[in-house]
């Protein structure tokens, strides 16, 4: 396996967790939104372990704020981090899928983007993984006769180190009357890159604990 991405010290504390599991894990340094760095990542990881034969594009930046604050580039920078970066990816996976007729791409919008709805602050950031999620099914459906296949998951507030301000107050408004754990997520995404899932393409699956039902 071969884990991308732009911050080092997460990439560090990966490979610690795979050494210590005796996974083994390639870790390279580099930035989805660059085309050339996104490039030169596939290539490695064809000249040290194959394939690909999975994909997991969980990238895209953050931004809440006034719809009044929403600039042109601050629009453009955050479909370049989440839509962008991900058509980056996905073009440098397919060829090698196509020629093994057999791939698996995951992507990670965030829960309520399977449908147009008013966001409040993050209008923008929710635009985009509504973008992201139009693009999915898009190539979900052209790929399919490859024995590709392409889902996205859609999390909702997941308890991580990165939460936005006030998120953990959000718990006493989710039915489950609580946050989701990175685990329950993992365990989804898993299903969703197996064999098992193979019939599967084109779909969002979100976990939420029932929010925004």
Avoid: C
């Avoid at 390639?26 to 050339?36: G, V, Y």
């Avoid at 196509?98 to 929710?126: Q, S």
């Amino acid at each position: 396996m071969l884990a991308t991405g732009r911050n080092r010290a997460a990439l560090e504390e990966l490979g610690a967790i795979a050494r210590a599991r005796g996974t083994p894990l390639l870790t390279l340094r580099s930035d989805a939104e660059k085309k050339t760095q996104v490039r030169a990542a596939f290539r490695r990881a064809a000249s040290s372990i194959g394939g690909p034969d999975l994909l997991v594009h969980a990238a895209g930046d953050y931004w809440e704020g006034p719809f009044r604050r929403l600039t042109g580039e601050r629009w453009e920078a955050l479909v370049r981090s989440n839509v962008t970066s991900a058509i980056h990816s996905i073009q440098e996976a397919l060829p090698g899928m196509r020629r093994r007729r057999y791939g698996r791409i995951l992507l990670f919008g965030v829960a309520g983007a399977d449908a147009p709805r008013a966001a409040g602050r993050a209008h923008a950031y929710r635009a985009a993984k509504l973008a992201l999620l139009t693009l999915a099914r898009s190539v979900a459906q052209e790929e399919a006769p490859n024995g590709i296949t392409v889902n996205v998951i859609l999390p909702g507030v997941i308890q991580t180190g990165r939460l936005p301000k006030g998120a953990s107050a959000l718990a006493s408004r989710i039915p489950a009357r609580r946050l989701g754990t990175p685990r329950e997520v993992a365990r989804a995404a898993l299903f969703l890159l197996s064999e098992e899932s193979g019939y599967i393409t084109g779909s969002a699956l979100t976990i939420s604990g029932g929010y925004l039902l």
